[in-house]
């Protein structure tokens, strides 16, 4: 199906050190990746995306793998914040239009 | 500022009752998408219009509708209010040129009492 499986569903991190999210998905039709992030009570921001021709993205302190062969996705940030500190959701997107999310993962970056 | 936007912002009601969520896409996108936020559920796709045509439908029940207007914001109705119809209510556009690209709004937050 159009499930996404996304791992840890939390993550305590020191500040300055590397976080990693990681998701699965199962629908070989899915082709576009992005990466959310949710401040409590605010909207979802789009913080990075991969389509399926491409297997690594970079922004920053921020980056995206995609291996297509095992299905999975995995967001990179290093040289965490404080204000990194947010809930994190992948998706996956596919010929449909829609986005399928993973359940979301919460990220503590402590000072 | 992801330039979507969506009133109100907060919305109080009872059981039983009917609301209407509205959303303004970003000047020149066609797609509008809904979505559904719950503690329990996460993140629920409902349902994308494009320019005036329903596209896709997702995990959306009966008592809710929507529809995209000529001016292209679009309305979620929820009627027959129950108690677990209380969540954050998104609104996402998209551009053309980019296919599922989705930028979201910043939410109507409905508590249903």
């Known amino acids: 199906g159009e499930n996404v499986e996304q791992h840890p569903s939390t993550l305590s991190v020191q500040e300055g050190d590397s976080a990693v999210i990681k998701c699965t998905y199962s629908?070989?039709?899915?082709?576009?990746f992005p990466w959310y992030k949710q401040e409590l009570g605010k909207r979802p921001q789009l913080i990075i995306d991969?389509?399926?021709?491409?297997g690594e993205k970079k922004d920053q302190r921020i980056a995206v793998t995609l291996n297509k062969t095992a299905k999975h996705f995995s967001l990179h940030i290093t040289e965490t914040q404080p204000e990194d500190s947010a809930v994190y959701f992948c998706a996956r997107g596919g010929s449909n239009y829609k986005l399928t999310f993973g359940k979301g993962t919460l990220l503590t970056v402590n000072p | 500022d992801s330039g979507v936007t969506q009133t109100p912002k907060h919305l109080i009601t009872a059981t039983g009752q009917r609301v209407t969520l509205r959303c303004s896409p970003r000047s020149g996108d066609l797609s509008v998408y809904w979505y559904q936020q719950s503690l329990d559920q996460g993140l629920q796709f409902l349902i994308q219009?494009?320019?005036?045509?329903?596209?896709a439908k997702g995990n959306i029940l009966e008592r809710f509708s929507a529809q995209q207007f000529p001016d292209l914001h679009s309305e979620l109705n929820l009627s027959s209010l129950e108690l677990g119809d209380s969540a954050l209510y998104f609104c996402?556009?998209?551009?053309?040129?980019?296919?599922?690209?989705?930028?979201f709004g910043p939410g109507t937050r409905l508590t249903v009492l």
């Open positions: 996402a556009s998209s551009p053309s040129g980019e296919r599922n690209t989705q930028y």
């Open positions: 219009y494009y320019n005036g045509e329903e596209r």
């Open positions: 629908d070989s039709a899915s082709n576009y």
């Open positions: 991969i389509r399926s021709n491409v």
